[in-house]
Nanobody
Framework: QVQLVESGGGLAQSGASLRLSCAASGRTIGVQIMGWFRQAPGKEREFVAGIGRIGTSTYYSDSVKGRFTISRDNAKNTVYLQMNSLKAEDTAVYHC???????????????WGQGAQVTVSS
């Protein structure tokens, strides 16, 4: 089991940038597919971005493609989400997750962080 802790959330204005980090412990993430999901109040958790084991394969939801970038540093056991051109609709709690295979489905990820709040004011 891997433990995940997100950091870097906060309040930003529309058009600004934020970077989220996800630090893993308990087990190396080098064998895991890593993903970022988000959940806005009253809505279901939704996929944002995912990255393969060595970082050369990335995939995004249509809503963030071209604005967000996921990356990973396996030596530091950390995954990042660079968020640019933020919009009010990006406001949510962002969770990182680890799983055994490429997927956009919540149920395919086995380890989850507690989440980091991102609030974008328009």
């Amino acid at each position: 089991q891997v433990q995940l802790v997100e950091s870097g959330g906060g309040l930003a204005q529309s058009g600004a940038s934020l970077r989220l980090s996800c630090a893993a412990s308990g087990r190396t993430i080098g064998v895991q597919i890593m993903g970022w999901f988000r959940q806005a109040p009253g809505k279901e958790r939704e996929f944002v971005a995912g990255i393969g084991r060595i970082g050369t394969s990335t995939y995004y939801s249509d809503s963030v493609k071209g604005r967000f970038t996921i990356s990973r540093d396996n030596a530091k056991n950390t995954v990042y989400l660079q968020m640019n051109s933020l919009k009010a609709e990006d406001t949510a709690v962002y969770h990182c997750a680890a799983g055994p295979r490429i997927s956009t489905r919540v149920g395919d990820f086995r380890s989850w962080g507690q989440g980091a709040q991102v609030t974008v004011s328009s």
